[in-house]
């Protein structure tokens, strides 16, 4: 705990889980099973999980798309949403995260709703959209310089009324910061670019501090 306890993210974060996200043995499985098979912890965290609940059950998903598995931590907290007949089509690029991430998902009983498409996600989603699939909640938490591309993907993959999720869009506040080029925050920023710039999304972004440092949501509504 740091001196000014108003200060102290991480204690507040932990505070926060405690109450809205406690100890779930299945989940708290899947990061065990990740963290033994050497994937990173890159997950988001138990609170952004429940965020990510809230914001599918807000619009009563049906289908939605993630793209970025790892260990299919937040694939767990988004399919548990689903209604009977509902679907999660889940994009990841590492043999070895699908793997991982499928037996995690089975461990939690939900591998009749989830589709695990390996490959990198810019060809995923151009078959998506060749087999005209259409989403209620679109997750991007992937590789940030493809983020422009998987929003205009997102836009041909959505209908009024789909939530348009993006994580990590501000990092430690580079996306402000113009002498940035990293790709990392290029690509983020293109992405808020685009959404603000299209007609048919509203968007917003909540910046977010905690366990992950200080970062950012984008949140988007297609509207028309
Ligand atoms: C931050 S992690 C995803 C975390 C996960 N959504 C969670 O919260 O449990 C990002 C994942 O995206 C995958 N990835 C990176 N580039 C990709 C690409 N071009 N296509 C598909 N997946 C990619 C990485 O291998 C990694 O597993």
Redesign the pocket.
């Known amino acids: 705990m740091s001196s000014d306890p108003r200060r102290d993210w991480e204690a507040v974060d932990r505070y926060l889980t405690r109450l809205l996200a406690p100890a779930d043995p299945v989940l708290d499985a899947a990061l065990e099973a990740?963290a033994q098979a050497g994937?990173?912890a890159?997950?988001?965290t138990p609170v952004?999980?429940r965020l990510l609940q809230l914001l599918a059950c807000a619009v009563r998903a049906r289908d939605i798309l993630?793209?970025?598995?790892?260990?299919?931590?937040?694939?767990i907290?988004l399919a548990r949403t689903l209604p009977p007949g509902g679907r999660l089509v889940?994009?990841?690029?590492?043999p070895r995260?699908v793997e991982v991430a499928r037996a995690n998902v089975e461990r939690a009983g939900l591998s009749d709703r989830v589709d695990f498409r390996l490959?990198?996600?810019?060809e995923?989603v151009r078959r998506l959209i060749e087999e005209r699939r259409q989403f209620d909640l679109i997750?991007l938490?992937?590789?940030r310089p493809?983020y422009p591309d998987y929003f205009r993907a997102s836009m041909e993959l959505s209908h009024p009324g789909t939530l348009l999720v993006a994580?990590?869009v501000v990092r430690n506040g580079l996306v402000a910061d113009d002498s940035c080029d990293d790709p990392q925050v290029t690509g983020v920023r293109r992405y808020l670019e685009l959404m603000a710039a299209e007609p048919r999304v509203i968007g917003t972004v909540l910046q977010t501090v905690g366990e992950k440092g200080h970062d950012g949501v984008a949140i988007g509504l297609v509207t028309g």
């Open positions: 990740s994937l990173p890159i997950q988001v952004q999980g993630e793209v970025g598995t790892l260990g299919g931590y937040s694939t907290w889940t994009l990841e690029i590492e995260h490959g990198p996600a810019r995923s997750f938490d992937a590789d493809g994580d990590n």
